[in-house]
């Protein structure tokens, strides 16, 4: 099994431009989630989805959106890239949302903006 | 959303037990507490999780006390690949949300 898969690994971006980070798992889970990491620092939750057709926003949702194309892909859209949206980004998926079920990471995107 | 307060860093050696506390004063009653681990250009990787008095896998052990309001997460002899960043995560009151701490910088040295 892969798990959670990420693309593209990295990226670079000017000022204004549009990107669409994409996620994968194979794992057959009903939630999924998008995370970013700033150097040094820990991570904050952007958008959360805990089934199929449903998107919360979590806690820095503003300048991205998101898709939950089925239950095996979430994707993450910047719109209109800054260079604070420079950062690591990690999807991650459970069995079960938020309660008592634990995460399964991919191994992020860099993305710079510049 | 509930908060966790980690210590920013600890150093330890070779074949020492390491604890890692985490402050978690307000915990859902519904919560599980659960621990990840973090390498560099990695993306956290599960650990162990528990909701009350102790847990204890192949890499760990976690002891939670009755009051469920701290927990402490125990690596025994600990080796230089343990060398990472450990978070302690729970569930908002609201159950809607999981929000990472800052987590605990670990350096085990030889």
């Known amino acids: 099994n892969a798990g959670v898969t990420q693309t593209p690994k990295f990226q670079v971006l000017k000022t204004g431009q549009s990107m669409t980070l994409q996620c994968a798992q194979d794992?057959?889970?009903?939630?999924m989630y998008w995370y970013r990491q700033d150097p040094g620092m820990g991570l904050r939750l952007i958008y959360y989805s805990a089934s199929e057709g449903t998107t919360d926003k979590g806690e820095v949702p503003n300048g991205y959106n998101v898709s939950r194309l089925n239950k095996r892909e979430f994707s993450l859209r910047l719109e209109s890239a800054a260079p604070s949206q420079t950062s690591v980004y990690f999807c991650?998926?459970?069995?079960?949302?938020?309660?008592?079920?634990?995460?399964?990471f991919g191994n992020g995107t860099r993305l710079t903006v510049t | 959303l509930a908060k966790t307060t980690q210590p920013i860093s600890m150093d330890s050696y070779e074949g020492q037990e390491v604890n890692i506390t985490c402050s978690h004063n307000n915990i859902a009653t519904n919560d599980y507490i659960t621990w990840y681990q973090q390498f560099p250009s990695q993306g956290p990787r599960f650990i162990i999780q528990?909701?009350?008095t102790k847990v204890t896998n192949e890499v760990a052990s976690l002891f939670i006390p009755a009051d469920r309001k701290s927990s402490t997460l125990s690596l025994p002899r600990v080796s230089l690949s343990d060398t990472a960043v450990y978070y302690c995560l729970v569930g908002d009151s609201a159950g809607n949300m999981l929000t990472f701490g800052g987590g605990t910088r670990l350096m085990v040295k030889p």
């Open positions: 991650a998926s459970s069995e079960k949302g938020f309660y008592n079920s634990p995460l399964h």
């Open positions: 528990g909701y009350k």
């Open positions: 794992m057959n889970h009903n939630s």
